[in-house]
């Protein structure tokens, strides 16, 4: 069974930073690339960045390129992600996600970021 638990969300000024935390409970964890993605009121689900199995390469939303930074830990079975100078438009739940077998979509529960003054 796969379990992923989000924390680290909140309330935070314009121009602030949030660390992102997704603890994964996955059998062999290192084997999968993992991805956040957001959600705000009204819009759909969107891809915010990925990164791959050992970490090597990663991906990101134009509209979070130079801000985010995805990483992960795989002796914690931990993805984080570090948003930095953020904006009202960043406002939004965060969601971690893996997907297993090329075709099943697992996701985590979900951590409100609010950016706003």
């Known amino acids: 069974q796969v379990q992923l638990v989000e924390s680290g969300g909140g309330l935070v000024q314009p121009g602030g930073s949030l660390r992102l935390s997704c603890a994964a409970s996955i059998f062999t964890f290192s ?3 993992m991805s956040w993605y957001r959600q705000a009121p009204g819009k759909e689900r969107e ?3 990925a990164i791959t199995s050992a970490g090597g390469s990663t991906n990101y939303a134009d509209s979070v390129k130079g801000r985010f930074t995805i990483s992960r ?3 914690k079975n931990t993805v984080y992600l570090q948003m930095n100078s ?3 438009e960043d406002t939004a739940v965060y ?3 893996v997907r297993v077998a ?3 979509d697992y996701w985590g529960q979900g951590t409100q970021v609010t950016v706003s003054s």
């Open 31 to 33: 084997n999968y690339a």
């Open 47 to 49: 891809l915010v960045a």
């Open 73 to 75: 830990d795989n002796a």
């Open 86 to 88: 953020l904006k009202p």
């Open 95 to 97: 969601y971690c996600n």
């Open 102 to 104: 090329s075709r099943y």
